[in-house]
C-alpha cells in the first residue's frame, strides 16, 4: 500500500426512516451500524441496509430505506485528499482511533431528549439508543491511547510509505506515538508535510482536516490542492 489513512472513528450506516403517519417527521439519516468499512463511500448501499433492514426492521415502526448521506467522507477522501497526492483509490489502507460509530451532535438532537426518535420508542417499542455521544476531541486522545499498538503494527503491516491523518484528533495521536513536536493542525502548518518515523520506518506525513471540514479549513484544503495541481 502506498498510503495509510488515520480517521477518529468510523460512521455508520444510515438509513432513511419514516415513521408510520402521523407519528412523526422523517429523519433523513439515521445511525443504525457502524459504516462497512473506514471511509466506505457507499458502494453497495442498497445490500448493506437491505441486510440490516431483514435482520432488525420491524415494518409497524415505518420505513426505511438508504440514506443520501452513506459514503460521503469516503467519496470526498478519494477526489479531494488521496488523489491530490496521487493516491489511487485502490492503493491505500484507512482505519479509525477508535472501533465504533458515535453519535454526532446533529443526531444526537434526533434520536435522544424531545426528538423524533426518542418521542416515539415507546409508542412503537423501537430499540433503545445504544449509541456513545460524540467524543470530544481530548477524550478521542486519551481513549485512543489504548489503540496505539494496533495502529503502530497496521501502519508497518501496511508498507505505507505515505501517512494522512483526517483531522485534529487524528493528528495529536501519531504525535503521542512518534513524539513529533507539532500535533495540532494550523494554517501555517497546513501545506507542509511532516516528516516522521514509526519503528524505523520513515514516512511522510500530511497532516490534514476531515472530509466533513467546514469554513474556514475548506478553504484551506483548496489552497493545499492547488499546491498540488
Known amino acids: 500500500m502506498r498510503a495509510f489513512v488515520l480517521g477518529a472513528y468510523p460512521s ?26 473506514p471511509f466506505w463511500d ?4 442498497d445490500h448493506f441496509v437491505e441486510r440490516w433492514r431483514s435482520e432488525h426492521f420491524d415494518p409497524s415502526w415505518g420505513r426505511v430505506r438508504p440514506s443520501m448521506m452513506n459514503g460521503t467522507s469516503g467519496r470526498a477522501l478519494h477526489e479531494r485528499w488521496l488523489k491530490p497526492l496521487g493516491v489511487d483509490p485502490m492503493d491505500y489502507f484507512v482505519t479509525d482511533c ?25 409508542t412503537l417499542g423501537l430499540p433503545k ?4 455521544p460524540h467524543p470530544s476531541e481530548g477524550d478521542i486522545v486519551r481513549r ?25 484528533a487524528a493528528a495529536r495521536v ?29 514516512l511522510t506525513w500530511h497532516a490534514l ?17 492547488a499546491i498540488r495541481g
Do not use: C, F
Request: without cysteine; charged residues 20%.
Open 209 to 225: 482536516v476531515h472530509p466533513a471540514v467546514r469554513p474556514p479549513w475548506d478553504e484551506r484544503h483548496d489552497a493545499w490542492i
Open 98 to 122: 477508535l472501533p465504533t460509530s458515535m453519535l454526532s451532535t446533529g443526531v444526537a438532537k434526533r434520536v435522544t431528549g424531545d426528538g423524533v426518535y426518542a418521542s416515539l420508542i415507546d
Open 129 to 132: 439508543v445504544d449509541m456513545q
Open 42 to 45: 457507499g458502494l453497495g448501499m
Open 174 to 202: 501519531v504525535q503521542q506515538m512518534t513524539g513529533h513536536p507539532e500535533g495540532v493542525l494550523t494554517e501555517k502548518t497546513y501545506r507542509q508535510a511532516r516528516a516522521i518515523r514509526i519503528e524505523g520506518r520513515s
Open 144 to 168: 485512543a491511547a489504548l489503540h496505539h499498538g494496533r495502529i503502530r503494527e497496521q501502519i508497518l503491516a501496511s508498507g505505507a510509505e505515505i501517512l494522512v491523518t483526517l483531522g485534529n
Open 12 to 37: 455508520a450506516l444510515h438509513v432513511e426512516w419514516t415513521p408510520p403517519p402521523p407519528l412523526g417527521r422523517r429523519i433523513a439519516a439515521l445511525p443504525v451500524d457502524n459504516e462497512p468499512y
